[in-house]
Each structure stands twice: as structure tokens, then as C-alpha cells.
């Protein structure tokens, strides 16, 4: 086991504990490479972690694992953290989909609660929306066979055989240009059944005109038939685990240490040097942070970045960040009367006016917020409950905000936020809020130092998406010897992408380093 | 597949769907080539505003020194502007900035609250006051060494003991002991100042009268609140007349007071916390009406229930992985591992030293340990896992321990 020590060489040096890079790190150290693990935090995880207040331990960010599956029926994440990379850890399941708000829908109030199962979330969407079934039953066979066509090409280790691609998932290929709402129109899906299948949006953070619809569709189909899942003491416990398995295959981590630079010699990877001035020889890094910081920070040289590596930067968007407000009441959930987990409430039908709204330092109009003991009961004391009302900011909506009025706008911001909860959902918080924490995009900026405090990744829409991502992953790979994982990926944002995306790059860097090149 | 085959078509024709797919990487390599080459700038926006809310390290000069009793100092820091600190951190009435200190060959940190108020940072200046006491290790060096030019090194703003609208009622019972008293000065400035929309009722225990830290301070700003500030001194070894005599009890609280209407805030010493635990209890208030600040190091481990008695008085021997150092130092049973390593010259990373912030967590990889229950503040998973907070955990036995380098600021 490593006891913290370190060397002045590795196989591998992965940048950043996020959930990519503890994955990353877990699985080059499983493969017998010499791996280092370099966090500038105190704590493994990124945004994956835990905070304590009185005696209420919060969960940053995470709502619920995609592609987890319960232990009879194990999706690709429990595979991988339990099978393949073998941590300890409990996973609880949420109990429901989701409960969808949207008090000013054309025809009114729409308030659907949509169950896990196909049958069973096909027959909701029936009683909800008569005349729905067979536009969603069609919607749900197609995000069926484009999670077999991203399965398909995955095995296929990026050589797929094109009359299988055109004769097995033609679906999959005809819609891969096409636009979420561009999909739901073809199907001439009624329109309040497109606004419920649509509830998780915000999960990828693009307007439904703009989404990629296959990657909403992988996600959604994952969630529906695996369920999701969450940890029992925060993301904190898994990201812990991950930590402890690094250490126990050998692999050296390092907190408080920031990687300064990436060093690189005609135009590979040569090395790393860090804040405490450690200089690390090292032929291959994986960044689990964005190419955005990574070019405009760590490349040392910066003439080593290719003006073509500029360019892909700036043609891409960088998603949003977030406010987080997290409440710990002293009233357990059913005083309260919450009786759902997850409640995604859109002030405004519009995804896309939602979207541009997020872009502006105003009033938030769509908030997803769960109560956590819905699902882990006892994650507070017994009376008490944990609830955390999400919603999205682009960081630069906070770029002219000042010190001196930061205090009294995140209170206000998050007062507007409970405030629509309790009146849409016809609850009261505010009388039993014992402990309150909010965070903003410099909240998470601070932790994480993520590019503008951005939690997501480069915008998922169409030109953007996994397919086009990862039929060009080799060509726009601009340094030998640097790979990236995170949800800046290929695999894009999400707990289940970027815990994947850390497998990927450590598997590529692997053969490389077996290849010798 | 499962299900039924089913063939989409979006535009009308089913061929033109694959030539868009087709398009779909020459699409994106057309946008990519049309992008501007602009390279990105390193800070972005709100990555300076986390740097000015949250500095690193904040270098600073003692611009004034004032006595406040005979064994207080006041001690008004300014940024120190050569070393690359412009301005001050705003921060919240009721927080504390953690210090750094070179004393004899070892780093070592200190929490203190702010006495001053949020605006007196924007103006250029913090100040926090400081209690010369019997082998106050800290406060004594502060008192022998800081004079005016000094050079300082502190963090950010810190800890989460200040008034917060969407849960406080907005009427405050503050209850402070001895320098307690600074986080509430900063409060009662912040009222007149109008950053604060509450009132503030402020029980203030001393052993005497001559010991009342900013007595006039607190009488002026009671006296220019409008009836928004109150002070009851209640001092602990004198009878003098005006001021309240004895500790302050649930009774007296009620005398001035209506209960069910107010906020309880309490900063002091640790046996004012033990004291007034069972005085609140009387009182039957939800815990969200009352809040304490942290106290500082724990004195007198072995007096605390749940501890071996068998252990008390012991030296022990605590091995030590610190970046690539391994190094076998002393710790002794009384004293927390953070000072066995701080004394030891291994320079840990810390702030609260209450057992809250987590930034000491390090690894325990062998040995037993005594954390006192109201001070573990570690994460469930940490207790799972392992981890401890050196500041609060006291060493049963021979320890093995992995603890990260500081952070470099």
C-alpha cells in the first residue's frame, strides 16, 4: 500500500481527483502502471464530495447515478465500481424518475410524478397524457438502440463495421445529426408528453432545440430501465473508497498539490511540476479537468499549443455552472410533506427560454431539487431531512458581481428559489431551516477551480455531442501523451460519464504505454 | 434489440437523414476551422471573484496596536500591498481569519474572529484583539512580537458564525465570555452600519469590571443604536452596581429577554460552552435557535467522558508520512496530533483547529485514537474510511499517520 511517499517518475501522472481522475488513476494502478494521482484539493472528488454543517452532512452536487442498476441488473457504473475496480461502498436507489412541475403550462398546471420501468412509465405517461403511448413507446425503442449502438461502438475499440452500423442501428445513425425537439416532432409526440420526457434537460444543460437528441436519449433510457442510485454518505464515500483502492494497488496521491505545469517537449508530454515545486518526469497525463484550463494554464511550454487546439477550444461552449441551496430542516420529510425525491420545477414551459434565462444574473426559473431522505433515510438525524434546490448559472451571469454584495445576492437568489418551491409544491421550508449553506459558480470555482466555476462540460448540442466527439477523438488530440477525462470527455457531463470517461482514458494511455508509445 | 423495429425518418426522406449524419463530422471540423484561434486568458471572471472572496493568503502590516484592559490588544492589520495583498477580503460579521506563525522553528496557526466590521475592510483594515493568557503560546508571541510594521500572514475569511436571514430570527441573544466578546463587536458595527437588519442583545460575562473588553466601545454603540443594540455586562467575581453579578443562567436570559423570539449566538471559552450546555437545556429551544462558535484547541482531554483513563500522562511515539518525508516524532496523550506535529516543525495544514473545517484531514493507517463526540466533525465516510482531523484527536498508543504538505500559497 502507497503511504503517501512519491517518486520522481511515473508511467503516469493523472491531474486532478475528480471522478474521472479517480477512476483513471484506480484503473492504471489495477493495470500494474506506476500512477500518481495529483489533487490541488484537500479532499478526492471535485464536486463528487461531502460538506458538514451542525449535524448535517450535505452532498454538493450529485442528484442520482445514471447507468448503476441494482445489484440483479448491474449497469456499466456499479460494473465498474464494483466489479472492475472493487470499492466498498452502499448505493441506495431513488425511489421515482421524477415528479415534474410546470405550474404555467399551455393547458394548464402540468404536475406528472413518472415512475422507473418502461411499462410502468409508459403506462403514467398514458394516464397523464391519453393518446400518448404509441409516439413514447416508439421514443423509448429509439433510445434503446442508440444505447446499443454506443455499446456496439465501444466493443468495436473505434473500427465499426459499417454495414452493421447501417443495417443494426440505422435509427441510431439518421438521428445522430438531429436535434431532441427535431426527433420528438417526427414522432408527433403529443405535446405534454414532450414536456414530461424532457423533464431531465437540465441534467445536460442545453435548451431541447439545441440537445443532441442521442445523447438525451442514452441517458434517458439508463435512467428508466437501471434506475438511479446514490451513495449512502455522499459522493464523498465513493470518491473516499476510490482513494483507498488507489492507495491499496499501490498508486501514489497527493492532495494540496497543484499541478502548475504540464511539461512538453516537441509536442509530447515530458513531465509535471507542481506548486511545491516537485518536478515529475512522466510520458503520459491525464487531465481530468477542460482543455480550456489546461491550455491557457498548465502547457509549459504555451507555444506547444496548436493553433488548431485554440480553435476547437473557442468553437466549443463551455456548459453552466450552478447555486446550490442546501437546507437542513428540523422536520423529517413527512412533516414536511415532501414525498418525492426529485422534483424538477420549470417556472416557464420553454427549454430554451429556460436556457437563455440561466445566462442572466436573475431570478431562476427552472430549479431541480431533491430531498435526500426519500431515498437514504436515515442520511440526517431521525426528525430531521436534507433538501437542495439546484439551478444553473453561466458563469459569466456572475462575472460583474462584487465582493461586497456577493453575501446579500446569493441570500436573495436563494430565497426566490425556496420561495417558488414552497408556493408550487405547497410546502413550508423556511420555519424549520436549522442549517443553510448556498453555493455559487464561486463556490464551486473555489473548491475545484474549474474554468468560470463551470460543473458541466462542453455543451452536448448536436455538433458537440458523444458520436462527432468520438469519431474525431484521435484527430483532435494535440499533445502526445495527454489524455483528458472528466466531463469535458468525449463521453460529456454526468456522474456516469465522467466516472466512464476515466476507464477510457486510462485504457488508451495504457496501450500506449504497452506500445511503448 | 428487444423491442419492435421501428424506422425513423426526420425530414421526409429517410436518405437525407444519413447525409446529414454523413455531414456531421465535416460539420464539425468546418466550425472548428471557422472558430477564432483567440488564445484564452488563464484567470476567467468568476475565478477572480473565488480569489477575492476566498484569498489564499492574505499579506498584511499591524498598523496600529491599542490596549483594550490590561492583558487585551487591539491590533488593526492593513494589506500589505509590496508583498501583492490590495485589498482585504469582505467577509461576514462573526468570522475569523486563521494566521500563520514562524515561532522557534515551527509554523503554526491561530484562529481569530474579527472585531471589526465589514466595511472597516472595504475602508482598509481588519482588527482582532488578542488576550495575553498564562502559556498562551500564540498570544503571548503576538504580544511580545507584533508591533506596528509588523508583517502578518493570515487566509481568507472563515467559519460560519454570523447571522444568516433565511434561517435566524432577527432578533439576536448573543452570550459571550472574555474575548468571546470580538465577533459581537463586529456584529453590533455591522447593525449601525446597516449591513445587518437585526437587533442584538448582548449578555457579556467577565470576572471583573476592569476585565471588560471595548466596554466603552459597546456602551457608545448601544447608545447611537436606536434601541437596536443591548448590553447586559454580568460579571462573574465582583458586585458592582449596575452590572449584573454570577454566570449568566437561563433565569437571567429570561429577565431581559423574550425567548420565543430570538436567536441565541454563543463565542467563549470552552467552559463557558460546558456551563451554558446545561443552563440552554432548561430553556427547551430548538437547536436551530441557538448556534455556538468553535472554541478552539481542547484543554484537558483526559477530563472528558469516554477517555482512557489508563492513557492520560503517556508519551507516545507517532510515525509520520508528509510528502517524502517519513519522520518519527513525539506526541504526548494531552495534546492534539495537529500540535504534536506543529512542535515537531512538520508544518500540517490547518484553520478552525476546532475539529471542523477539515483541513488537517489525514489518514490513520495504525494506531488507536481519542476524538471527543461534540467535535468530530469529519464526514461519515472519513469515520468509515479511516481519515481523522489531527486538531481534535489525541493518540492512545504508538500512531502511524499520512498527512498532505500545506498548501503552497
Known sequence: MSKGGFSDSYDAVVVGAGNGGLVAAATLAAKGCKTLLLEQHNLPGGFASSFVRGRFEFEPSLHEVSDFGPPHDKGNVRILLEDKIGIDTEWFPVPEAYRLIIPHEKGGRLDATMPFGEEEYLAKMEEYVPGSRESVYKFIRLCEEVVDAFTYLGQSRGNPDKKVLTSKYGNFLKTASYSLQDVLDALKMPYRAQKIITAYWCYLGVGVKDLSFSIFAAMFYRYITKQAFIPRYRSHEFTTALDMKIRELGGDILYNTRVEKILVED??????????????????VIANTSPHTVYSRLIHPRTAVLEIAWKTCNARKVGFSAFVVYLGLDKSPQELGLNEYSHFIY????????????????????????????????????????????????????????????????????EEMIDEFEKVV??????????????????????????????????????????????????????????????????????????????TAALLTYKDIMEGK | MTGDRINIKIKPLGILDLLAFKNLVPGRKKRIQKAPATVIGSLQPVNALACKLHPAVQHLIVGEVREETGDVRTYRLLPHKEKGTEQLAYFRPGQYLSFTFEVEGATVTRPYSISSSPQEALAGYYEITVKRSDGGFISNYIWNNWTVGSEVEAGGPEGQFYYDNLRDRRHIVGIAGGSGITPFRSMAKSILEGDLDISLTLFYGSNRKDEIIFKDDLAALQAASGGRIKVVHVLAEEKVEGFEHGFITAGLLKKYVDLDSCSIFICGPQAMYEHLDSELAKLEMRRKFIRKEVFGEIKNVERLSGYPAEAAGKNFKMLVHMGKRTVEIDAAAGESLLVALERAGLCPPSVCRSGSCGVCRSLLIKGDVFIPADVDGRRQADKKFGYIHPCVTFPLGNLEIVVPRRKVR
Open chain 1, 267 to 284: 509536442g509530447r508530454v515530458v513531465g509535471v511540476e507542481t506548486s511545491h515545486g516537485d518536478r515529475i518526469k512522466t510520458n503520459h
Open chain 1, 347 to 414: 417556472s416557464t414551459p420553454d427549454t430554451n427560454d429556460i436556457y437563455d434565462a440561466f445566462h442572466r444574473l436573475e431570478r431562476p426559473i427552472g430549479q431541480a431539487t431533491v430531498c435526500l431522505n426519500n431515498a437514504v433515510p436515515d442520511c440526517s438525524p431521525e426528525g430531521t431531512s436534507i433538501v437542495y434546490l439546484t439551478t444553473l448559472f453561466s458563469g459569466d451571469a456572475w462575472k460583474n458581481v462584487s465582493p461586497a454584495e456577493y453575501f446579500k445576492l446569493k441570500n436573495r437568489i436563494a
Open chain 1, 426 to 503: 405547497n410546502v413550508n421550508l423556511r420555519d424549520s431551516i436549522e442549517e443553510i449553506e448556498v453555493a455559487t459558480p464561486a463556490t464551486f470555482a473555489r473548491y475545484t477551480g474549474a474554468f468560470n466555476g463551470g460543473i458541466y462540460g462542453y455543451e452536448p448540442v448536436v455538433w458537440d455531442s458523444v458520436l462527432p466527439r468520438m469519431m474525431t477523438m484521435n484527430e483532435e488530440k494535440y499533445i502526445k501523451g495527454l489524455e483528458f477525462a472528466g466531463g469535458f470527455a468525449f463521453r460529456c457531463h454526468g456522474y456516469s460519464s465522467s466516472l466512464q470517461s476515466g476507464e
